[in-house]
């Protein structure tokens, strides 16, 4: 099989956490990708259901990274280091890719040697029904820094990126336990190019309890990694000013948030933070 192969072309890497009710079909439609010429490595971030059972049953199909609890960028960042692939790809354990994904991306890069990363359309199914996005979920493509700002509008899933990316930015940060693919786009689009292959060519599941996005809370970790940002002094002043305007806004909510709940502490923190940094002139 393709995870036999030295020199595979792509690699992929799906992280997993006790989802073995599902899992199977994440990996079933990897193994039946048109394009073949792939390793699969799954990071199984110590579950402690059958995943274990499921993962042995593919025998040499697959190649299996098994370690501690550490949270989801701890897994895909293991898979990231144990790959072997100039491509990479990642699949989540609940959603699923139609056969042409990898055919349809491999060829993008291919016509474009200078683009870095590339995602593709999607379709939306929660609890089994399929939904619309709204407008505001819209992907777009190319310079896509500040529309995503307000929203990820890059899906983990849909993802495939040059290798070389990684040097340039880094991997996830484990110190996220959520939100971090947020963190991780952002990092990227600042500086390049996100491209939009316009098929359909993942099916994005959602609806489930142990969804991380359906977690209370969220916007603290999309704050966090937003100061992050301001703070690296990377960003040009069009930039860094739209991500105090976003840090702001996203601050004054939470705090309203913090507050409805009796949390005074942490309100006054994110107030303070949204008044702690200045928008600066374009020179």
């Not at 890069?109 to 505001?136: L, M, Y």
Request: aromatic share 8%.
């Amino acid at each position: 099989m393709s995870n036999l192969s030295s020199n595979p072309t792509v690699s992929v890497i799906i992280p997993t956490y006790n989802r073995g009710w599902i899992l199977g079909d994440a990996i079933d439609s990897v193994l039946a990708q048109d394009f073949t010429d792939f390793e699969l490595i799954v990071v199984d971030d110590g579950s402690t259901d059958n995943t274990g059972e499921i993962l042995d049953s593919y025998g040499r199909d697959i190649i299996v990274l098994r370690q501690d609890n550490q949270g989801v960028s701890a897994a895909r960042n293991r898979g990231i280091a144990e790959s072997r692939a100039p491509l990479v790809a990642f699949l989540d354990s609940d959603d699923r890719w139609l056969p042409q994904k990898l055919t349809r991306q491999v060829a993008f890069f291919q016509s474009i040697p200078t683009a870095q990363i590339c995602q593709t359309e999607e379709t939306w199914v929660r609890n089994g029904v399929r939904v619309n996005p709204k407008k505001r979920h819209q992907k777009l493509s190319g310079m896509i820094f500040e529309p995503s700002l307000a929203l990820c509008l890059v899906s983990p899933s849909a993802v495939m990126i040059r290798r070389s990316l990684f040097d340039a930015v880094g991997v996830f940060d484990e110190d996220l336990p959520a939100c971090e693919d947020y963190d991780f786009w952002l990092r990227i689009s600042c500086q390049y190019p996100v491209f939009l292959i316009d098929e359909p060519l993942i099916i994005k599941r959602g609806g489930h309890a142990d969804q991380l996005s359906k977690a209370a809370g969220l916007d603290k970790y999309r704050i966090r990694s937003l100061k992050k940002l301001i703070d690296s002094g990377h960003l040009p002043t069009f930039q860094r000013n739209a991500a105090i305007d976003t840090l702001r806004k996203k601050c004054k909510i939470f705090a309203t948030g913090c507050r409805k709940r009796e949390r005074a502490d942490e309100a006054k923190y994110y107030e303070e933070l949204a008044g702690r940094f200045q928008v600066t002139e374009d020179r």
